[in-house]
């Protein structure tokens, strides 16, 4: 019979719904808790979670979970744990270690004891990672109530590193955000999608990922590579499962700055999408579709304008938010609209009926996803409004 574990895929705060459909759609089975979801796995459905999410920060799997009140307690019964069965000795090393409400509270204290356990199992000092290897087996440690949890990461990097963002322009989004956009925007991808300030082109890249059905995790290195429980086969079993097909709706990303387009074009030759991003260098104002040239009847407009914080100082952003407004009313009922928002005011500047669709943190800043409402969202509001 096939081991099964624990398992704790993290995300971002807000990203939760998002996390919890992306794995039933791969039909994992999971339960959202705060920051998160937990399932019950095989090796072969961390694999398949850490190529398939796109929300997700990290998986996790949980090792063993006990009560402990003392460094010396830990360490011994860390020692307990079947380390050769997960670690490959030759393969470096991050300990990281939390403590919330417990006796046991010293971080370093915690990661030395689990160093000393893994030491002494292999019979020498395990190798710590420097910051340039790209192969680290990364042990949690978490301290909950005097519950002690110890998991190790299906991979090296967070999930949300690509590897096509090599070009990175100012304030770039993290890919998990603009997966989330995406989902959210409710696009049917026979439609077109606009990002007219694509920066570094991150929204575009994903939801032409999403469109061609490509797999989030597929320029990722291995997972579960730098663990003894690596299995190539499994691995190369699920990445041939991709069967990438070609989107019906046009894509277009465009951005006043040239290096934003070079830098896009750039990125999404990386990702494998290329060929199907029109990716244009234009002002707001002059681009073509919102111009009302060339434009299909149905889209989706997905996008992340500058905040005001870092992109464009105290730059008066007002004008470009009422100009996004008024272009996509005059595109009419047929183009919906997501802008993440940072303040508020500004996003109610674009006179649009939007909605906030999921909140989270991006770079420290809180940031509010802003969408079209949906006739169902419209129907059930005029209902409430008639019940009261
Ligand atoms: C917050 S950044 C977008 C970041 C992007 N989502 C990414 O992942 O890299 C905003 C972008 O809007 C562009 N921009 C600012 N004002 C503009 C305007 N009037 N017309 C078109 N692009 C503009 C900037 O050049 C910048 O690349």
């Not at 949300?160 to 989004?173: C, V, W």
């Not at 696009?187 to 929204?203: E, H, R, V």
């Not at 999408?273 to 111009?291: F, R, S, T, Y």
């Not at 407009?301 to 100009?323: A, C, D, E, K």
């Amino acid at each position: 019979m096939t081991d099964t574990f624990p398992v704790f895929v993290t995300c971002l705060p807000g990203l939760e719904p998002f996390l919890l459909e992306e794995l039933a759609g791969h039909h994992i089975a999971a339960e959202t808790v705060p920051g998160g979801a937990e399932f019950e796995g095989s090796i072969e459905t961390v694999m398949r979670a850490c190529l398939w999410l796109g929300t997700a920060s990290q998986v996790l799997i949980r090792l063993t979970q006990f009560r402990c009140r003392a460094l010396g307690e830990l360490e011994r019964k860390a020692m307990e744990l079947p380390w050769r069965d997960w670690l490959v000795g030759r393969v470096p090393l991050t300990l990281s270690s939390r403590s919330r409400r417990s006796r046991v509270y010293h971080t370093g204290g915690i990661s030395e004891r689990i160093y000393n356990a893994i030491g002494k199992t292999f019979g020498q000092a395990p190798m710590l990672a420097k910051d340039s290897e790209d192969v680290v087996a990364n042990i949690v440690t978490r301290f909950n109530e005097d519950i002690c949890t110890i998991s190790i990461e299906a991979t090296s990097t967070p999930l949300h590193r690509r590897g096509y963002r090599l070009d990175a322009r100012k304030a770039p989004l993290r890919e998990d955000i603009a997966h989330a956009l995406v989902l959210a925007s409710n696009w049917s991808t026979k439609g077109a999608m606009l990002d007219p300030f694509c920066g570094s082109g991150t929204i575009a890249i994903e939801a032409a990922g999403l469109a061609m059905g490509l797999a989030p995790g597929r320029l990722r290195p291995a997972a579960m590579q730098q663990t003894a429980r690596f299995d190539i086969d499994s691995w190369q079993e699920l990445c041939a499962e991709t069967a990438p097909r070609e989107p019906v709706g046009k894509i277009a990303a465009s951005d006043r700055d040239k290096g934003a387009i070079a830098a896009t074009r750039a990125n999404a030759k990386r990702a494998g999408v290329q060929h199907v991003i029109d990716c244009q260098q234009h002002a707001l104002a002059a681009q073509p579709w919102l111009e009302g040239r060339d434009v299909t009847e149905h889209g989706t407009l997905i996008t992340n304008p500058p905040f005001g914080v870092r992109v464009s100082g105290n730059n008066n952003l007002i004008p470009l938010y009422q100009t996004l407004g008024h272009r996509m009313k005059a595109l009419g009922d047929g183009w919906n609209t997501m802008i993440l928002a940072h303040d508020m005011r500004l996003a109610r500047r674009t006179a649009l009926q939007l909605k906030p669709k999921f909140s989270t943190k991006h770079g420290g800043l809180a940031v509010t996803a802003m969408g079209s409402v949906t006739a169902d969202e419209n129907k059930s509001s005029s209902a409430t409004d008639r019940e009261s």
